[in-house]
T-cell receptor, first 115, second 111 residues
Framework: NAGVMQNPRHLVRRRGQEARLRCSPVKGHSHVYWYRQLPEEGLKFMVY????????ESGMPKERFSAEFPKEGPSILRIQQVVRGDSAAYFC?????????????FGQGTRLTVV | AQSVTQLDSHVSVSEGTPVLLRCNYS??????LFWYVQHPNKGLQLLLKYTSAATLVKGINGFEAEFKKSETSFHLTKPSAHMSDAAEYFCVVSEPNKIIFGKGTRLHILP
């Protein structure tokens, strides 16, 4: 029973390129969360998705960032025209349908470095 | 508004001495509370969780936490620190449709 799988684990992009981060939730989980961890800081909520729906994107930057969780396949966090300030660790978590009294299961994270 | 406050960004203790990591929360609901640990360059691992059963919760690696509703606290403790406990610890509140993280406490273990 695989846990949350994120890939790639490490991603290097030049300024102006696009970054695509993938998250495959635990089998049977239909809820996905994305978090960003800047160096020396805690985890900050970005977006909460269910299959084919964005439920809460209050933590997403207004520009360049987008997320999706299609009916088939992994959730994707997409960052267009990356800048140095996007360098961070991005964590994905998944949970079963009732997100209450249940913990979220986290992936190992993708460490994005913008050069 | 719901929030999680970890009162110390860094805590240093000597090996073999007790550990106390403090966490206070505010929530509109009867919350579920969790502590996660993150070792350097690793993902997050669940230490323990409170879900309205016993107020004293035991977790892995000798950690435990006590839910005190009157104080809105969920402090993490361990009787005797080990070098392998050096990591970052996150207090987390779970509400319907959202998980809220504290800013983290970095635990340093002195030899």
């Amino acid at each position: 029973n695989a846990g949350v799988m994120q890939n790639p684990r490490h991603l290097v992009r030049r300024r102006g390129q696009e970054a695509r981060l993938r998250c495959s939730p635990v089998k049977g989980h239909s809820h996905v969360y994305w978090y960003r961890q800047l160096p020396e800081e805690g985890l900050k909520f970005m977006v909460y998705l269910q299959k084919e729906n964005i439920i809460d994107e209050s933590g997403m930057p207004k520009e360049r960032f987008s997320a999706e969780f299609p009916k088939e396949g992994p959730s994707i966090l997409r960052i267009q025209q990356v800048v140095r300030g996007d360098s961070a660790a991005y964590f994905c978590a998944s949970s079963p349908p009732v997100m209450y009294n249940t913990e979220a299961f986290f992936g190992q994270g993708t460490r994005l470095t913008v050069v | 508004a719901q929030s999680v406050t970890q009162l110390d960004s860094h805590v240093s203790v000597s090996e073999g001495t007790p550990v106390l990591l403090r966490c206070n929360y505010s929530s509109s609901y009867s919350p579920s509370l969790f502590w996660y640990v993150q070792h350097p360059n690793k993902g997050l691992q669940l230490l323990l969780k409170y879900t309205s059963a016993a107020t004293l919760v035991k977790g892995i690696n000798g950690f435990e936490a006590e839910f005190k509703k009157s104080e809105t606290s969920f402090h993490l403790t361990k009787p005797s620190a080990h070098m392998s406990d050096a990591a970052e610890y996150f207090c987390v509140v779970s509400e319907p449709n959202k998980i809220i993280f504290g800013k983290g406490t970095r635990l340093h273990i002195l030899p």
